[in-house]
Every structure is written in structure tokens, then in C-alpha cells.
T-cell receptor
Framework: GAVVSQHPSWVICKSGTSVKIECRSL??????MFWYRQFPKQSLMLMAT?????????EQGVEKDKFLINHASLTLSTLTVTSAHPEDSSFYIC?????????????FGEGSRLTVL | QKEVEQDPGPLSVPEGAIVSLNCTYS??????FMWYRQYSRKGPELLMY????GNKEDGRFTAQVDKSSKYISLFIRDSQPSDSATYLC???????????FGAGTRLAVHP
């Protein structure tokens, strides 16, 4: 399957600082990437859909000014958690869909664990 | 009512057992059905992908979709300790509609 790389895999930051997480499609071009959040022992919650060259579409209840998403190229999307607080601590996972298929297969990154102190 | 219902478990089985994991759904527009495996602190890995109704087999894994009952299953034969993980069902309608995930079932296979 296609490879999606996510970096960093874990990060610890102080409350009030901003953290950037990168998601890269390594062997395919991804016109669409998705950002999910996952709390312990819970399923994935879609936060936003990121389309290359346009603004992200956020799910209801997700603050777009807090979770900034940029999809500047066909292989890179970034999620920036601005002014992070302890309640933002979570596992963030990105996924990507290839532009060549509409079969619905999503390939996931390894996830980034954020801990805000 | 959630769009996708999945028993979170945990499900504990002995090595070699046949495991049955299930999801039910309410949206009749769903056409694409997937099963993902997620190890602790890792991203989900696509295991099986099925379009519409029917069965699909891949090694020890068999996926079944019954659209008339709005019910999907994943069977694991000859389960191994390495199969211990959380299994997430996911599904979506046609086009580029977003995936809807089940809660995930935690499976433990003990030697």
C-alpha cells in the first residue's frame, strides 16, 4: 500500500506554545488529506479535510483558528495546534487518499502523540 | 443512534481460535467497507476493503458484507498473539464522502 509519513511521532510542549505536525505522502500524490484525533481507547474523530491548494474543511465543533491546516503541495499537509493547552493532548493521525483512485482507500500515518504540560 | 455501531470489547481468545468481529450501520448509502487494524500507539493499517455486498478473503482474513442487513463482519482464522490489536470498521458512501469509523474492538489473543 501507499506510504504516509507523519512527523514528529511524539511531542511534549508547554501550555501556550504552538506545535506543528507534518504529514507526507511518500510515494504518491495526495490531493486530499484528512486529519483525525483519537483519545485513549476511542475511535478516530475526523477533524478536517485538507485539499491541496484550497482551504481546509473543518468538522463541526473543531476550531479552525486553533487547528491550522495547510496543504501547500500534493505531498505535504501540516496541522498546527496553536496556543496549545492540556486538553489538546491527544493522538493526532493524518491520512491520505491518492488522486488516481476513487475507491475510498485511505492510508494512514503513524500518528503523532501530543502532550501539553 | 450512531451511524456505525461496533462493540468495543475487549475480546479475549486463545491462540488458534476463529475470531468474529462485527459492525452494524444505519446509512443505506454506504457502499465501501473497510477493516483497519491498529496496534497500540500506531496509525491504523488497512486490512480489508470491500465494495458493496459479498465476501473477500485474504490469507487468514475474510470480510463479509450484508447490505440487506446492514451488517459487516471480519473473520480471523487461526488467530495468533500478533493479531492482538484494535480492529476498526469503516465505511462511506460513493464519491469522496468521508469515512465513518466504528468505535473499534480490542482483541487479545493469548498463547
Amino acid at each position: 500500500g501507499a506510504v504516509v509519513s507523519q512527523h514528529p511521532s511524539w511531542v511534549i510542549c508547554k501550555s501556550g506554545t504552538s506545535v506543528k505536525i507534518e504529514c507526507r505522502s511518500l510515494d504518491f500524490q495526495a490531493t486530499t488529506m484528512f486529519w483525525y484525533r483519537q483519545f485513549p481507547k476511542q475511535s478516530l474523530m475526523l477533524m478536517a479535510t485538507s485539499n491541496e491548494g484550497s482551504k481546509a474543511t473543518y468538522e463541526q465543533g473543531v476550531e479552525k483558528d486553533k487547528f491550522l491546516i495547510n496543504h501547500a503541495s500534493l505531498t505535504l499537509s501540516t496541522l498546527t495546534v496553536t496556543s496549545a493547552h492540556p486538553e489538546d493532548s491527544s493522538f493526532y493521525i493524518c491520512s491520505a487518499r491518492t488522486s488516481a483512485t476513487n475507491t475510498g482507500e485511505l492510508f494512514f500515518g503513524e500518528g503523532s502523540r501530543l502532550t501539553v504540560l | 443512534q450512531k451511524e456505525v455501531e461496533q462493540d468495543p470489547g475487549p475480546l479475549s481468545v486463545p491462540e488458534g481460535a476463529i475470531v468474529s468481529l462485527n459492525c452494524t450501520y444505519s446509512n443505506s448509502a454506504f457502499q465501501y467497507f473497510m477493516w483497519y487494524r491498529q496496534y497500540s500507539r500506531k496509525g491504523p493499517e488497512l486490512l480489508m476493503y470491500t465494495y458493496s455486498s459479498g465476501n473477500k478473503e485474504d490469507g487468514r482474513f475474510t470480510a463479509q458484507v450484508d447490505k440487506s442487513s446492514k451488517y459487516i463482519s471480519l473473520f480471523i482464522r487461526d488467530s495468533q498473539p500478533s493479531d492482538s490489536a484494535t480492529y476498526l470498521c469503516a465505511m462511506r458512501a460513493g464519491g469522496y464522502n468521508k469515512l465513518i469509523f466504528g468505535a473499534g474492538t480490542r482483541l487479545a489473543v493469548h498463547p
